[in-house]
């Protein structure tokens, strides 16, 4: 047998070509799978959006509404998206690193994506046969909630995967993380860090605890089904502390805080507080709607600071709600508040009933507001379209003397206090009473406005009409002299609309010489408003509920900056606070220490109650502050036989008390 001998040369040079074909052929695999990964990624990525858009994006934003302060917030307007944007410093560090510990332990360390976290996924799947997990980074959750939806498919996961490593290699970490926070939900209709803290735990996130932190991060996996307000709030507690013990595993938390901070007690805000002071801030965010429309309040992030002044609101609240409930014994289970700056403008406190817009209604089973003795829906303050006021009873009389007091009469001026027919109005003679049922002879202007006198004070309506001024009216039929009361009425509605009383728009002849007494309807808001024309002397200021409004940037779009416009003269609205803040004049009519007294202050007040018992009012002020009450029931029904210095009356002291303690004392000139 012959033995061949392998040439070693040729061997050699034969496994040398081998190896080299081998290597092409490598070579040409790697380059076919390159062209294909390449052809794959331009595939999937043509038409996807710019990662660079996140510097130019937008987020939707809500409306915020803030009291004057700008510390308390009042109500969000938002479409499904609650969401105010924070810088990443405002963040507590322990909530960006619980976050990160759960959410994507290598975020500081990978490009974008984990590969190992989607192999990984892509093996839990395959094994459960479901496309269940994930493995996302925070870039790729980010993209995926700004850009996609949540459907698995590998179109999807692939466009993902490419917008993550753009993002990862354009922007910093910081600002990855800061997107994310302010973008990912947290339940609740709550978008981003911030709303989730003001909405759980009523407060800045820049103040929640490592607890509080714990507890944000434990939501971003389910936030629906982790809700604080729902059934699983026990496996939203054993998240949280699963959040912790991540911290401690990746060395941002010691296993003795860690443990420690378990056992702190999580407060939740009991029921997320969804409007406070209801009846200002649905007057203030209807106006914001008129004005710039639902839409874009909803989503372009207005910061919206009103004149509500907390402190005084929080009282007015707590006074009418305790009137209210006093005031039952007299069957008015209803009562409003509100209160101005005279020389601003600015309301300061706005509340109805019992201050709560989702209490129930009187009687308990009511269900219509037309049918109600209380409808918390229906702001009496300012009214609606369908029902545009009450009727002020003789809180309108100083509308009348003053048109008096401008054609030059004087609180001397004399007129006759008696039994007195006005003609005829409607189908019949006009033979008001007096309150008291008495007649008091011959009385001055200064006597009969204090002590809020029917007779004499219809007989100023007839002074208003007169072409020439006379020194005394000592007439008591005035048959066939009814186109002088009209032409009083003419100049008194003309002076109401003046100071700004807009519902007078009926025929002179609906209202006839009862208008003095309070017979035509109007608003609370504006009688207020009107008031605040005598505390300043003459001068009318619009009446408002926002100080400024600004963009998401901090741009001022809008600012209070009201001119005061004359619309009295300064004697006739001085003369009208005297004789209303004169405590002497009034006594014999309503006694020396009524709710219309404040001792050691000058306060101008008026009284007015309806004929039929259905509206009781007091109106006050001084220099700084003017307040309004209103008393009844919404659906008109008779109150007790009671004056309103019985039921509007402590409900107004009460509140003029606190004010009074916390303004600059004025006197009036």
Same mark, same amino acid.
């Given at each position: 047998?012959?033995?061949?001998?392998?040439?070693?040369?040729?061997?050699?040079?034969?496994?040398?070509?081998?190896?080299?074909?081998?290597?092409?052929?490598?070579?040409?695999?790697?380059?076919?799978?390159?062209?294909?990964? =390449?052809?794959?990624?331009?595939?999937?990525?043509?038409?996807?959006?710019?990662?660079? @858009?996140?510097?130019?994006?937008?987020?939707?934003?809500?409306?915020?509404?803030?009291?004057?302060?700008?510390?308390?917030?009042?109500?969000?307007?938002?479409?499904?998206? @609650?969401?105010?944007?924070?810088?990443? $410093?405002?963040?507590?560090?322990?909530?960006?690193?619980?976050?990160?510990?759960?959410?994507?332990?290598?975020?500081?360390?990978?490009?974008?994506? #984990?590969?190992?976290?989607?192999?990984?996924?892509?093996?839990?799947?395959?094994?459960?046969?479901?496309?269940?997990?994930?493995?996302?980074?925070?870039?790729?959750?980010?993209?995926?909630?700004?850009?996609?939806?949540?459907?698995? !498919?590998?179109?999807?996961?692939?466009? $993902?995967?490419?917008?993550?490593?753009?993002?990862?290699?354009?922007?910093?970490? $910081?600002?990855?993380?800061?997107?994310?926070?302010?973008?990912?939900?947290?339940?609740?209709?709550?978008?981003?860090?911030?709303?989730?803290?003001?909405?759980?735990?009523?407060?800045?996130?820049?103040?929640?605890? *490592?607890?509080?932190?714990?507890?944000?991060?434990?939501?971003?996996?389910?936030?629906?089904?982790?809700?604080?307000?729902?059934?699983?709030?026990?496996?939203?507690?054993?998240? /949280?502390?699963?959040?912790?013990?991540?911290?401690?595993?990746?060395?941002?938390?010691?296993?003795?805080?860690?443990?420690?901070? @378990?056992?702190?007690?999580?407060?939740?805000? $009991?029921?997320?507080?969804?409007?406070?002071?209801?009846?200002?801030?649905?007057?203030?965010?209807?106006?914001?709607?008129?004005?710039?429309?639902?839409?874009?309040?909803?989503?372009?992030?207005?910061?919206?600071?009103?004149?509500?002044?907390?402190?005084?609101?929080?009282?007015?609240?707590?006074?009418?709600?305790?009137?209210?409930?006093?005031?039952?014994?007299?069957?008015?289970?209803?009562?409003?508040?509100?209160?101005?700056?005279?020389?601003?403008?600015?309301?300061?406190?706005? +509340?109805?009933?019992?201050?709560?817009?989702?209490?129930?209604?009187?009687?308990? #089973?009511?269900?219509?507001?037309?049918?109600?003795?209380?409808?918390?829906?229906?702001?009496?303050?300012?009214?609606?379209?369908?029902?545009?006021?009450?009727?002020?009873?003789?809180? =309108?009389?100083?509308?009348?003397?003053?048109?008096?007091?401008?054609?030059?009469?004087?609180?001397?001026?004399?007129?006759? #206090?008696?039994? +007195?027919?006005?003609?005829?109005?409607?189908?019949?003679?006009?033979?008001?009473?007096?309150? +008291? %049922?008495?007649?008091?002879?011959?009385? !001055?202007?200064?006597?009969?406005?204090?002590?809020?006198?029917?007779?004499?004070?219809?007989?100023?309506?007839?002074?208003?009409?007169?072409?020439?001024?006379?020194?005394?009216?000592?007439?008591?039929?005035?048959?066939?002299?009814?186109?002088?009361?009209?032409?009083?009425?003419?100049?008194?509605?003309?002076?109401?609309?003046?100071?700004? *009383?807009?519902?007078?728009?009926?025929?002179?002849?609906?209202?006839?010489?009862?208008?003095?007494?309070?017979?035509?309807?109007?608003?609370?808001?504006?009688?207020?408003?009107?008031?605040?024309?005598?505390?300043?002397?003459?001068?009318?200021?619009?009446?408002? %509920?926002?100080?400024?409004?600004?963009?998401?940037?901090?741009? *001022?779009?809008?600012?209070?900056?009201?001119?005061?416009?004359?619309?009295?003269? /300064?004697?006739?609205?001085?003369?009208?606070?005297?004789?209303?803040?004169?405590?002497?004049?009034?006594?014999?009519?309503?006694?020396?220490?009524?709710?219309?007294?404040?001792?050691?202050?000058?306060?101008?007040?008026?009284?007015?109650?309806?004929?039929?018992?259905?509206?009781? &009012?007091?109106?006050?002020?001084?220099?700084?502050?003017?307040?309004?009450? &209103?008393?009844?029931?919404?659906?008109?029904?008779?109150?007790?036989?009671?004056?309103?210095?019985?039921?509007?009356?402590?409900?107004?002291?009460?509140?003029?008390?606190?004010?009074?303690?916390?303004?600059?004392?004025?006197?009036?000139?």
């Amino acid at each position: 047998m012959v033995q061949r001998v392998r040439n070693p040369k040729i061997y050699k040079k034969s496994r040398g070509k081998r190896f080299v074909f081998i290597l092409k052929i490598c070579g040409f695999g790697i380059l076919f799978l390159f062209s294909i990964v =390449f052809i794959v990624f331009i595939f999937f990525a043509k038409d996807l959006p710019r990662p660079e @858009k996140f510097t130019e994006k937008q987020f939707i934003q809500s409306t915020k509404i803030y009291d004057r302060t700008g510390e308390i917030l009042l109500y969000e307007i938002y479409g499904e998206e @609650k969401r105010t944007i924070v810088p990443l $410093e405002k963040i507590p560090k322990y909530l960006q690193e619980a976050v990160v510990a759960t959410e994507d332990a290598d975020f500081y360390y990978h490009f974008g994506v #984990d590969f190992k976290g989607i192999i990984r996924s892509v093996l839990i799947n395959f094994r459960i046969m479901e496309p269940v997990y994930g493995g996302s980074t925070i870039p790729q959750q980010l993209i995926r909630s700004t850009f996609f939806s949540n459907e698995k !498919t590998v179109k999807r996961k692939t466009r $993902e995967i490419i917008l993550s490593l753009e993002l990862d290699r354009r922007y910093s970490k $910081e600002e990855i993380l800061e997107w994310y926070l302010n973008q990912i939900p947290f339940g609740s209709n709550c978008y981003g860090a911030e709303a989730a803290s003001q909405t759980f735990f009523g407060k800045p996130v820049s103040e929640i605890s *490592i607890a509080e932190s714990a507890v944000l991060a434990a939501l971003v996996q389910a936030p629906s089904h982790l809700s604080p307000y729902g059934p699983n709030k026990t496996e939203l507690l054993a998240r /949280k502390d699963y959040v912790l013990d991540r911290m401690v595993k990746e060395q941002y938390l010691t296993s003795e805080k860690a443990e420690e901070t @378990k056992k702190e007690e999580i407060k939740f805000v $009991e029921k997320p507080i969804q409007i406070k002071a209801p009846y200002f801030t649905l007057w203030i965010k209807q106006n914001l709607i008129d004005k710039y429309g639902e839409d874009f309040l909803r989503r372009e992030g207005l910061k919206v600071y009103t004149t509500l002044d907390w402190d005084l609101q929080e009282k007015a609240e707590k006074i009418v709600a305790e009137g209210v409930e006093q005031n039952k014994i007299y069957n008015a289970y209803n009562a409003g508040l509100v209160a101005i700056d005279p020389d601003t403008g600015e309301v300061l406190a706005m +509340t109805v009933g019992t201050g709560d817009y989702y209490s129930p209604s009187y009687p308990e #089973d009511c269900t219509s507001g037309v049918n109600c003795l209380f409808d918390p829906k229906f702001n009496v303050v300012v009214g609606t379209k369908n029902n545009p006021g009450r009727q002020p009873g003789s809180a =309108f009389k100083p509308f009348v003397y003053v048109t008096a007091f401008e054609k030059g009469y004087t609180a001397t001026t004399t007129v006759l #206090d008696a039994e +007195t027919n006005f003609g005829i109005w409607g189908d019949k003679e006009y033979i008001p009473k007096n309150y +008291t %049922g008495r007649f008091y002879g011959l009385v !001055t202007l200064r006597r009969a406005l204090s002590q809020s006198l029917n007779i004499p004070s219809i007989k100023v309506l007839y002074l208003a009409g007169l072409e020439n001024e006379i020194e005394s009216l000592e007439i008591n039929d005035f048959s066939g002299m009814e186109n002088i009361f009209v032409k009083g009425l003419e100049k008194s509605i003309e002076t109401a609309e003046g100071l700004g *009383i807009t519902t007078l728009n009926k025929p002179l002849s609906f209202y006839g010489p009862a208008l003095v007494l309070g017979g035509g309807e109007v608003k609370l808001l504006e009688m207020v408003s009107a008031y605040g024309v005598f505390a300043t002397e003459g001068l009318k200021v619009k009446t408002s %509920g926002i100080l400024k409004i600004e963009d998401r940037k901090g741009n *001022i779009i809008e600012e209070n900056k009201n001119t005061p416009l004359r619309v009295l003269e /300064k004697e006739p609205a001085r003369l009208i606070n005297d004789i209303l803040s004169d405590n002497e004049s009034r006594t014999p009519m309503f006694g020396p220490n009524s709710a219309l007294y404040f001792k050691d202050y000058e306060v101008a007040a008026k009284t007015g109650t309806t004929q039929d018992s259905k509206d009781a &009012w007091t109106i006050g002020y001084t220099p700084s502050i003017v307040v309004g009450v &209103w008393a009844g029931n919404n659906n008109n029904t008779s109150m007790a036989n009671q004056p309103a210095v019985v039921i509007a009356g402590p409900i107004f002291h009460r509140f003029m008390e606190e004010a009074l303690a916390k303004i600059s004392k004025r006197e009036f000139q």
